[in-house]
């Protein structure tokens, strides 16, 4: 697991930010934070769907300053969550993102400070601190923890292939 605080620099961080936030800004009920019909509820909104093979979003070039960072070889999904404030923190479900992918890259980007984390399987705890990018092995098991201090919690969620080893051949 590998975090990086920082991770974006204050304007890219900014836009990011000020854009999910607007009111403008198309977010999508989610029955089922894990599962559908699991008892959750969130919003969510895809900007890249590999499955269905094409940019889901006109907000896609706003997260250009994260995807050239991470620079995958190849993308899978990239999608923001949006779970809002409860009474309790509320674990949403123990899961992995591709469960038959042992070559894929699970990556959250915190984009607000909050109270709410992230659990793994292991135990290790991440916290929500904005601007902080989490990077690891997608079959390793994690939840979402809800936030009680304020009105939400908003993660971006990146899966994807870092390399390949044909990558590496040269010919």
């Not at 999508?28 to 940019?55: C, M, P, S, W």
């Not at 659990?119 to 994690?142: A, P």
Request: hydrophobic share 35%.
């Amino acid at each position: 697991m590998k975090i990086s605080k920082n991770f974006l620099n204050t304007q890219d961080l900014t836009n990011i930010q000020n854009t999910l936030s607007s009111s403008y800004f198309p977010w999508y009920y989610n029955e089922g934070v894990v599962r559908k019909n699991d008892g959750q509820a969130h919003l969510v909104h895809t900007f890249f769907d590999k499955d269905r093979n094409y940019i889901n979003s006109d907000y896609y070039n706003l997260l250009q300053p994260i995807i050239q960072k991470i620079n995958p070889f190849v993308l899978l999904r990239v999608k923001a969550n949006l779970s809002l404030k409860t009474d309790n923190p509320i674990e949403q479900g123990f899961h992995t993102d591709f469960p038959k992918g042992k070559n894929i890259t699970t990556a959250l980007f915190y984009l607000n400070t909050n109270n709410g984390y992230t659990l793994f399987e292991n135990g290790k705890k991440v916290q929500s601190i904005e601007n902080t990018f989490v990077e690891f092995k997608g079959e390793i098991g994690h939840t979402g923890v809800t936030s009680t201090d304020i009105l939400n919690r908003l993660v971006l969620n990146f899966n994807y292939i870092k390399w390949c080893y044909a990558s590496k051949i040269k010919f």
